[in-house]
C-alpha cells in the first residue's frame, strides 16, 4: 500500500540522511521505526507527507506515485501527529480536531467555525474511541494535561480519515503508564479507521508491545525490518552498540536537528 | 594577529582579560552625552524652565515673586467658581412655554443698563431671563458624548482599514512581496500623518463638525494598529500553521484556525489603547474645528472665559479618568 522504492535524500549539507531504503508497507499495520537519533526516521516520515523530496527513489502511495503535483492529493490522506503535537492552545478541544478536515471544509464556513452536524458527530466519536469525555470538548486544548493533548492530537490526524498516519515520538514527553495508554488509543483509532500507522519511538520494549511489524534504520539504511518476536536481544544489543559508537565520535553537527528546521520554515512560508 | 591570538589562547586562567565595568572610553562617551544634552537642553529651553518653575516654587512659600506662578492664579481667579449654568434673554429665545419650563429652570428679572453715547445717558431696562443652572453642564456632556463617538467611529473605521492592511503586511502571509513591501509602506505613511494636520486638510474639504475628525483619527490610527496587527501575525508560533498547511490547507484558513485564535487577545488590547488614545485626541481636534469638545474649548478660550473652561477641562478628565478604569476591566476580562 505505501512502498518505497530505493529512497533516498541528500540535504543541502552534504548530510546523507536516507540511504536507498525499500520497505513495502500493507494497509493497517501499525509499523514502528526504530533507531538512534540522527539515523534518518524523521526525514523518512516527512518524505511520506511532502516535507521533503526525496533526492532519488520513488514513494508510491496506493498505486500513485507521490509527486509535487499530487501533493495537496496526498496531504488529505496522510496525516501527522507532531512531536510538540501543534495543538491551537486557545481553540476548544472539538475545534482542535475538526481542523483535521479544514482542508475539505468550505471556505466560509469554516470562517465563522460552523461544521456540519456529521463532522462534528466524527470528531465526537474519534475523541471518545481516545478516551475523551464531553466534559472536554468545550475546553481549551491548552487547559488540558499533556497526555490529554496528546489523545486530541490522535483525533484531529484521524479525523479526515487518513490512509496513513505519521506519528513522530508521539510519546516522546509522557510518563510511562500515560505513555502505554496512549500508544494504545493510538493502535485502537488505527484498527477502527483501517488506517496503516507509521510510528517512530524510542523505547523499544513499546515497539515490542505495540508493533505490527519494527523497521530499525541505522545511519540512513535499514538495519532491521520484520515482526516484534524476531527482534531478538541480539538485535537490540547491536543497535544499542550502534548508539554507542556514535556517541564515542566527537559530535560534529546534528544532522537530525539541522535538516528539521529547515523543514519547518519551508512548510509555513 | 594569529600570533597574538595564540598567547592569549595560552594564558594561565589567573592572566585572563576579565570583565572592566569603568573604562577610559566609557568615561569620555558619559562626558560627549553630557555634552550634546545640555546643548539640546538649551534649545528647547529646559534651562529656563527649571529657573522658573523654581522661583514658582519658591514664590509659592513666599520668597520672591513668579510670573509663573502669576499667571496661574490668574487663571485660578477666572477659572473659578466653574461655569454649570447658562443664563439667556427670554426675548432672544424662541417658543419658551412658560407653563412648562425646562427641568430645573427658573425666570429671573434683573435690570440691564445700557449707555447710549450720543446722550450720554444710562437707560434702564427690566429684561426677564431664563436661568438653566445645569444647562452649560448639560451642554459640555453632549458635547462629550460626540467627543466618545467621535473617538468609536474613528476606531472601528481605523480597524476596518488596518485589518486587511495588516494581513497583507504580515511577511508570512502576504500574497507577494510587493503587496507586502506597498502595504508596510501605505500603513507608516498613515502613521505618518498627525491627526491635528490631516484634520485641518479634512476641516477644508468636508466642512466644520465630526466627519473631519472621525476620519483624521481613522487615517492616522490605522497605520498604528495595522503595524501592530502585521507584527502580531508574524511573531504567532509557526508550529500549528505548519501543522495545519502541511495537512493541505489553504493559507486563509490557517490564518482563521492558527493565528487568529492566538493573536485575538494581543489585537483586543491594541484596540482598546486606540480607542481610549482616540478619545483623548479627539477632544483635542475640536480646536481646528473638526467637532467634538475642542470646538467648545476653543470658542470659550479665545472669549476668555475661563470659567467655562474649566467646565471642559473638568468633564474631559472625568471622562478620561472612568474610561481607563472601564477599559482596565474590560481588558482583565479578556486576557
Known sequence: MLVFTNVSRIYPDGTQAVKGVSVHLEQGEFCVLLGPSGAGKSTLMNMVNGLVQPTSGKIILDGEPLNKKNLQMIQRSVSMIHQQLYLIPRLSVLHNVLTGILPLAGFWRSMIKSFPFKDQQRACELLSEVGLKEKHLMRRASELSGGQQQRVAIARAFMASPKVVLADEPVASLDPTMSRSVLKSLKKAAQINGATVLCTLHQIDYALEFADRIIALREGEVFFDGAPSEMNSEVQMKLYEIEHEILAQAPQSKPEEAPHLEINIKAVA | ?335
Open chain 2, 1 to 335: 594577529m594569529k600570533h597574538a591570538a595564540e598567547n592569549t589562547s595560552k594564558r594561565n586562567w589567573r592572566e585572563w582579560q576579565a570583565y572592566q565595568a569603568i573604562t577610559p572610553k566609557t568615561i569620555f562617551a558619559l562626558l560627549i552625552t553630557f555634552v550634546l544634552l545640555s546643548w539640546s537642553a538649551h534649545n528647547t529651553e529646559m534651562d529656563k524652565a527649571a529657573v522658573e518653575t523654581g522661583q514658582a516654587v519658591l514664590s509659592a512659600v513666599g520668597i520672591g515673586d513668579s510670573n509663573v506662578l502669576n499667571g496661574v492664579s490668574k487663571f485660578g481667579r477666572q477659572a473659578f467658581p466653574i461655569q454649570f449654568s447658562t443664563r439667556t434673554e427670554l426675548s432672544r429665545l424662541e417658543g419658551v412655554d412658560l407653563e412648562y419650563l425646562p427641568w430645573l429652570s427658573y425666570i429671573e428679572t434683573g435690570i440691564s443698563k445700557e449707555y447710549d453715547m450720543q446722550t450720554d445717558t444710562w437707560t434702564q431696562e427690566k429684561v426677564e431671563y431664563l436661568v438653566e443652572p445645569v444647562g452649560y453642564l448639560k451642554k459640555v456632556l453632549r458635547m462629550m458624548w460626540e467627543t466618545i463617538e467621535m473617538g468609536f467611529w474613528g476606531t472601528m473605521i481605523s480597524i476596518m482599514i488596518s485589518l486587511p492592511l495588516g494581513i497583507l503586511a504580515a511577511r508570512n502571509y502576504s500574497p507577494h512581496p510587493v503587496v507586502y513591501h506597498l502595504a508596510r509602506g501605505w500603513l507608516s505613511f498613515h502613521r505618518s500623518m498627525p491627526e491635528l494636520i490631516v484634520a485641518l486638510f479634512l476641516v477644508l474639504i468636508y466642512g466644520f463638525g465630526p466627519i473631519a475628525g472621525v476620519l483624521a483619527l481613522a487615517i492616522h490610527t490605522s497605520g498604528v494598529l495595522g503595524k501592530f496587527f502585521a507584527d502580531e501575525i508574524e511573531n504567532a508560533p509557526k508550529g500549528p500553521q505548519m501543522a495545519l498547511s502541511s495537512a493541505g490547507a489553504n493559507s486563509l484558513k490557517v490564518l482563521r484556525y492558527a493565528v487568529f485564535p492566538h493573536v485575538l487577545p494581543a489585537w483586543i488590547a491594541y484596540i482598546q489603547y486606540i480607542f481610549e488614545r482616540n478619545i483623548r485626541t479627539a477632544t483635542v481636534l475640536g480646536i481646528v474645528g473638526a467637532g467634538g469638545i475642542g470646538m467648545e474649548l476653543k470658542g470659550r478660550w479665545d472669549l476668555f472665559d475661563y470659567d467655562h473652561v474649566a467646565t471642559i477641562l473638568l468633564i474631559i478628565f472625568i471622562t478620561v479618568v472612568v474610561l481607563e478604569a472601564f477599559s482596565q476591566k474590560l481588558r482583565n476580562k479578556t486576557l
